[in-house]
């Protein structure tokens, strides 16, 4: 099943994203997601026993924890 077959969901016209997707996002494994949800940083929901992300809050997480800062070089 290619990406555009996939069911997306959606809370009040908000794109919900699941952890495939966020993993291929973030270039990291599920156990990372789930350090980020441990530690508060990466808010999420569970509907059905399933794990969700609001496509705002990634991107919030994305900018907040992610970004490197950006410096003068070689500092």
Same mark, same amino acid.
Do not use: W
């Given at each position: 099943?290619?990406?555009?077959?996939?069911?997306?969901? %959606?809370?009040?016209?908000? +794109?919900?994203?699941n952890?495939?997707?966020?993993?291929?996002?973030?270039?990291?494994?599920?156990?990372?997601?789930?350090?980020?949800?441990?530690?508060?940083?990466?808010?999420? +929901?569970?509907?059905?026993?399933?794990?969700?992300?609001?496509?705002? %809050?990634?991107?919030?997480?994305?900018?907040?924890?992610?970004?490197?800062?950006?410096?003068?070089?070689?500092?």
């Amino acid at each position: 099943m290619d990406q555009s077959e996939r069911t997306r969901y %959606e809370i009040n016209g908000e +794109r919900l994203l699941n952890n495939i997707d966020l993993c291929f996002m973030l270039s990291c494994s599920k156990r990372t997601l789930q350090r980020f949800q441990a530690s508060g940083m990466l808010p999420h +929901r569970r509907i059905d026993q399933k794990t969700y992300y609001l496509e705002s %809050e990634v991107r919030n997480f994305i900018r907040e924890y992610l970004k490197k800062p950006t410096g003068e070089p070689g500092k």
